[in-house]
């Protein structure tokens, strides 16, 4: 039995499914609008292609899903690359959902043909501390930010 149990987790802590796991259970409370357990997936230093830190980030998904109820977020052919406690996951994402911005927001989104990546860095303790510290798509502007 303690065979097993360490074969699953040796399965289970490995670097690429980590990362992978990271970012679908991102996504995910995103979706849920659970913003205390997106917030600990984002680590302090947290910055962006549009020069947002974790506070900004935070407060714009908020205001970003506070206009998509029942938002559904899908992620079509995740790669995941890894190196030197670092992890890259980039999908082409897509948005769906109701409410009176629901089409501005996914026409925005949809129509990106370039994927997103979500940067991830390990912590020091633990195989399943990964910490969000980045998020990029060269095509997705932001009036007003940098790209």
Same mark, same amino acid.
Request: overall charge positive; aromatic content about 10%; hydrophobic content about 40%.
């Given at each position: ?19 992978? /796991?990271?970012?679908t259970? /991102?996504?995910?409370?995103?979706? @849920? @609008?659970?913003?205390? %357990?997106? =917030?600990?997936?984002? %680590?302090? +230093?947290?910055?962006?292609?549009w020069?947002? +830190? ?16 029942? $938002?559904?977020?899908? $992620? *079509? +052919?995740p ?7 670092? =992890? ?18 996914? #026409? ?9 990546? /979500? ?9 399943? +501390?990964?910490? /969000?510290? #980045?998020?990029?798509?060269? *095509? ?8």
């Amino acid at each position: 039995m303690a065979l097993v149990a360490g074969i699953y987790l040796n399965r289970l802590w490995q670097v690429e499914r980590q990362v992978g /796991l990271h970012s679908t259970h /991102l996504l995910r409370h995103i979706e @849920k @609008k659970n913003w205390k %357990r997106v =917030g600990e997936f984002i %680590r302090a +230093d947290y910055q962006d292609q549009w020069g947002h +830190d974790r506070t900004v980030v935070l407060e714009r998904l908020r205001e970003v899903f506070r206009a998509l109820p029942n $938002a559904r977020i899908e $992620a *079509a +052919d995740p790669v995941v690359r890894t190196h030197s406690g670092r =992890g890259q996951w980039s999908a082409k994402i897509t948005i769906n959902g109701t409410g009176e911005y629901a089409d501005l927001i996914e #026409a925005r989104v949809n129509s990106l043909e370039e994927p997103f990546e /979500l940067d991830w860095q390990r912590g020091a303790t633990w195989p399943w +501390d990964w910490k /969000l510290v #980045a998020v990029r798509n060269p *095509a997705f502007e932001i009036a007003g930010y940098g790209r």
